[in-house]
């Protein structure tokens, strides 16, 4: 039979139950900060790559709560860890701690670095 | 002979509770550092929600008060504030010793000093004003900017100097949300060819009428809401003021250029009360205000016996809740006065 051209897309829910948590469940333990972001976005706003590519720290927080692994996989890189969202942020998160251990928890799970 | 009363601080609160006590058949002494009563009401043009004039609840705070019975002392500061075992002494400024069966802290709330946000440029740029400053703008009937024109586009920055871990205030001042709104709506009336942009991390609209102003605001005046903290303001080569902030509902960072900025400063305690929490020994919570006995049923209560606590010293509050603060304290008084009152 010959195909039809059909497939199943995937949906573009977050499967919150399915979806893997261990990657913020790491940076939660390490850096409680992690739990304060109430998504101003005061650090994409100041974020140099940010402003320069599509990257968003604020979502990045947020993909990795959710556990949106994936997307956070292809972006974190991105970041050049000069803290200046650590510096604008109003919750003191620390945003720059956050990526290096994100960084961190992604080489232990897949073995090697981002 | 009736008992003696003093109340700290001539603004919404100290008026009130003044005038009140007065009515019940106190001797009242009425304390204000400036030369006149009204606080900061005398800075505000119009109040939200139903933007009527300040002035006013301003003419009803002197009737009840200063037009009556109470006795007013004017640039009025204290040195000692003491309590023995039967009343409370305090010490004034101009060398007046006061003893009181009971006094009322009255002392408000000051504005968030906005140049401590080196990032929105107050103090640096022109045309990066406050709320209050908009105000003064209202009261003469005239927002310009520095060179004198109109301003076309205006940026209004919500939560300055309100939570906000960097300058140490982690609560929210609950009426900047309202208050923007207000201003909004007020340039837009008085400017109609302009734009107005408010920047907000939440709308925190939870007072009467104030979710009903905001949809006037998007509705009648077309004010447009940009959700994302400002993260800094610069200037452009040809002096417009530029802001960067991410609108996160767009998951993208933003750049305006803006004519004039204007900061929604926040409250924090009085310089005035925390002196006077020195001097008398009266507690403060870890938001600086003067920390009540219980927060649900003692909030005029403090921990010295015979001081009690009335409107902004002790919270962030709207006119409304100030006021009825007020009249609790006067009522917590009466009950603390009963016993041998004549």
């Known amino acids: 039979m010959g195909k039809f051209g059909f497939t199943i897309s995937k949906g573009r829910q977050?499967?919150?139950?399915?979806?893997?948590?261990?990657?913020?469940?790491?940076?939660?333990?390490?850096?409680?900060?992690?739990?304060?972001?109430?998504?101003?976005?005061?650090?994409?706003?100041?974020c140099t790559t940010g402003?320069?590519?599509?990257?968003?720290?604020?979502?990045?927080?947020?993909?990795?709560?959710?556990?949106?692994?994936?997307?956070?996989?292809?972006?974190?890189?991105?970041?050049?860890?000069?803290?200046?969202?650590?510096?604008?942020?109003?919750?003191?998160?620390?945003?720059?701690?956050?990526?290096?251990?994100?960084?961190?928890?992604?080489?232990?799970?897949?073995?090697?670095?981002? | 002979?009736?008992?003696?009363?003093?109340?700290?601080?001539?603004?919404?609160?100290?008026?009130?509770?003044?005038?009140?006590?007065?009515?019940?058949?106190?001797?009242?002494?009425?304390?204000?550092?400036?030369?006149?009563?009204?606080?900061?009401?005398?800075?505000?043009?119009?109040?939200?929600?139903?933007?009527?004039?300040?002035?006013?609840?301003?003419?009803?705070?002197?009737?009840i008060s200063i037009n009556g019975q109470v006795k007013l002392l004017t640039n009025t500061t204290i040195e000692k504030f003491s309590r023995n075992k039967t009343n409370l002494t305090i010490l004034t400024n101009n060398g007046e010793e006061l003893v009181a069966d009971a006094v009322i802290v009255a002392t408000g709330f000051d504005l968030f000093k906005s140049s401590r946000k080196e990032e929105y440029g107050y103090g640096i740029y022109d045309n990066v004003i406050t709320s209050a400053e908009l105000e003064e703008m209202f009261w003469k009937n005239n927002i310009a900017l520095v060179n004198g024109k109109e301003p076309e586009k205006i940026g209004i920055v919500h939560c300055v100097g309100s939570r906000d871990e960097k300058v140490g205030n982690l609560y929210c001042s609950k009426l900047?949300?309202?208050?923007?709104?207000?201003?909004?709506?007020?340039?837009?009336?008085?400017?109609?060819?302009?734009?107005?942009?408010?920047?907000?991390?939440?709308m925190r609209m939870g007072g009467a009428y104030y979710e009903e102003l905001y949809r006037e605001a998007q509705e009648k005046w077309g004010v447009s809401f940009i959700r994302g903290k400002v993260s800094e303001a610069g200037e452009s080569f040809d002096n417009k003021l530029v802001i960067k902030v991410e609108d996160t509902l767009a998951g993208r960072p933003l750049k305006m250029e803006l004519d004039m900025l204007v900061l929604m400063a926040g409250m924090e305690m009085s310089e005035g009360g925390k002196k006077i929490a020195a001097l008398g020994g009266l507690n403060t919570g870890e938001n600086k205000f003067f920390a009540a006995a219980d927060h649900h049923f003692g909030s005029n209560v403090s921990n010295v016996e015979g001081v009690f606590y009335a409107g902004t010293c002790t919270?962030?509050?709207?006119?409304?809740?100030?006021?009825?603060h007020a009249r609790a304290a006067v009522s917590e008084v009466m009950e603390y006065l009963k016993d041998d009152r004549k």
């Not at chain 1, 739990?35 to 994409?44: A, F, K, M, Q, T």
């Not at chain 2, 002979?1 to 009140?20: N, Q, T, Y």
């Open chain 1, 14 to 46: 977050i499967d919150y139950d399915s979806n893997d948590r261990s990657i913020a469940a790491y940076i939660f333990e390490r850096e409680p900060s992690f739990r304060l972001c109430i998504e101003c976005g005061g650090c994409s706003a100041t």
């Open chain 2, 1 to 63: 002979m009736s008992k003696h009363v003093v109340v700290i601080g001539g603004g919404v609160a100290g008026l009130e509770a003044a005038g009140r006590l007065s009515k019940v058949g106190f001797e009242v002494s009425l304390l204000e550092k400036e030369d006149k009563t009204g606080g900061h009401l005398n800075n505000w043009y119009k109040l939200f929600p139903d933007r009527r004039s300040s002035s006013e609840v301003n003419e009803y705070l002197d009737r």
């Open chain 2, 176 to 202: 900047c949300c309202v208050t923007a709104v207000k201003q909004a709506i007020e340039i837009r009336e008085y400017l109609p060819e302009s734009k107005v942009f408010c920047f907000y991390m939440d």
């Open chain 2, 315 to 324: 919270a962030p509050m709207n006119i409304t809740e100030t006021i009825s």
């Open chain 1, 51 to 114: 402003n320069l590519t599509k990257f968003s720290l604020r979502e990045l927080n947020i993909l990795i709560k959710r556990g949106e692994n994936d997307q956070v996989r292809e972006s974190i890189g991105k970041c050049m860890l000069c803290g200046k969202c650590t510096l604008v942020c109003p919750r003191g998160v620390n945003t720059r701690n956050i990526v290096s251990l994100a960084k961190k928890a992604f080489q232990l799970t897949d073995g090697y670095a981002i």
